[in-house]
């Protein structure tokens, strides 16, 4: 079940951020709630309902502003338009599906943040200090995987 943040959860994670509440930053805030992994043309049309008024620009300078202060994550998968998602603070990846696009969350497999233990046996990473690893799975989600052939004959049809 998605939780869309009330328009005084949303003001108050503005606050919290030192941003000042506008009328559009709570509406940008609360369509990235809305709608996780939505391109920047989501997230403005669904701004519009909310305020009609609303330019494309400022959509982009909000985004820009919620993505600096940490509360929304920016993602592009390669070939992707960015996306935005409210899901901030923990290590997960996402999930892309080659043939329709849908994104989803996947959660680390293993312990805390495994994947910012790199294998480096050749010393190539001294002095790097990890905070986040990207990683982007690939494949083709349920609605898109072609029915499978059995090879069994249909109720229709003779062997």
Do not use: K
């Not at 328009?7 to 994670?13: F, G, R």
């Not at 559009?24 to 709608?35: G, M, T, Y």
């Not at 043309?41 to 919620?66: G, H, K, M």
């Amino acid at each position: 079940m998605l939780c869309v943040p009330a328009p005084s959860d949303s003001a108050e994670q503005l606050r919290t951020s030192d941003l000042r509440v506008t009328r559009p930053r709570v509406s940008v805030l609360e369509a990235v709630h809305a709608n996780p992994h939505a391109d920047t043309e989501t997230i403005y049309a669904a701004a519009r309902d909310d305020l009609p008024d609303v330019s494309r620009q400022t959509v982009y300078d909000v985004l820009n502003a919620l993505t600096a202060v940490g509360l929304v994550r920016r993602i592009q998968p390669s070939g992707s338009v960015a996306r935005y998602e409210s899901r901030v603070g923990d290590n997960h990846h996402h999930i892309v599906c080659r043939t329709c696009g849908v994104i989803a969350d996947v959660d680390c497999a293993v312990g805390d943040t495994p994947c910012l233990s790199p294998s480096d046996p050749d010393g190539h990473l001294a002095g790097f200090v990890l905070d986040e690893a990207e990683v982007i799975y690939w494949g083709v989600c349920p609605d898109c995987v072609p029915p499978q052939t059995t090879g069994l004959p249909t109720s229709g049809s003779r062997p």
